[in-house]
């Protein structure tokens, strides 16, 4: 009996001095994932308009306070839908941005004018959080089929963002 307490008194140590794995990821590695998604697609990445941080906080209801790095870029032309932020959230508030980006996420579905060629994309829509960072994507090429169906069209637009999210997990291993 001795000897079992002793066992599990000695698991119990080694397991307490054990390094924690961090959820925090540095800019570096904030840096690394955005670039690693622009990568990804390439000449069919098209946001090419900045979102300051006065946007992030007045349409995504980011307060600033909570970030502490951030990338976003939005369409240029209102014809276009692509858009794509990153948030590095500061300490205890990575999930108040990531219910702000799903917010918004339900916004783009439910609430925002879309045309129907970007309906596809927009249902789509993907708000992923990795430790303290959190991704909105809404990215990739237009379905260029004649007529798809529908199905097929969400099929396609949701292939075209998981895109982004595995260059985003590629990224930050």
Known sequence: MKKL???????LLLIGCAPAASADYTEEQFDKAVAAVKAEYGEDYIPSAEINLQILEEVYKINKDWIKKSFAEGPMMSLNTDMFVAVMATDGNVD???????????????????????????????VVKKGNLVFLLVLGKYDERPEPTEEQALKFAQDEIQRGIDAINEALK
Do not use: W
Request: charged share 20%; glycine share 0%.
């Open 5 to 11: 307490i002793l066992m599990l008194f000695v698991s």
């Open 96 to 126: 108040k941005v990531e219910q702000a980006l799903l917010d918004y996420k339900e916004y783009l579905i439910n609430e925002s004018f879309q045309y129907p060629m970007n309906m596809a994309k927009v249902k789509s829509t993907q």
